[in-house]
């Protein structure tokens, strides 16, 4: 079993700058792939940005050139830095897992572990 703990979320002013991070605790060495999505208001959940094992990654295109996803295996830690905040970024952030990298890495079916989530919120 794989428990994720997501933090680094709060309130920030559009044009500024959140570091979110996702720690994995239980079998979370066996997790290949490793992403973050978000879900506003009203709105389905969408992937923002993953990453395997290796370093490779994917990122949304609404995202692309301002959030940057890493990870450190040694700490069992993922991380979404975002820059360049937008009022439209105001979401839930979930980071998410499983074993292996399939389709697009931002599907939500792609995914079998979830933490509870952390909340993002740009005043614009």
């Known amino acids: 079993q794989v428990q994720l703990v997501e933090s680094g979320g709060g309130s920030v002013q559009s044009g500024g700058s959140l570091r979110l991070s996702c720690a994995a605790f239980?079998?979370?060495?066996?997790?290949?792939?490793m992403g973050w999505f978000r879900q506003a208001q009203g709105s389905e959940r969408e992937g923002v940005a993953a990453?395997?094992?290796?370093?490779?990654?994917r990122y949304a295109a609404s995202v692309k050139g301002r959030f940057t996803i890493s990870r450190d295996n040694a700490k069992n830690t993922l991380y979404l830095q975002m820059n360049s905040l937008k009022f439209d970024d105001t979401a839930m952030y979930y980071c998410?897992?499983?074993?292996?990298?399939?389709?697009?890495?931002?599907?939500?079916?792609?995914?079998?572990?979830w933490g509870q989530g952390t909340q993002v919120t740009v005043s614009s």
């Open positions: 990453i395997n094992s290796g370093g490779s990654t």
């Open positions: 998410a897992a499983h074993p292996y990298c399939s389709g697009s890495w931002l599907r939500v079916p792609g995914y079998n572990y």
């Open positions: 239980g079998y979370s060495y066996s997790m290949n792939c």
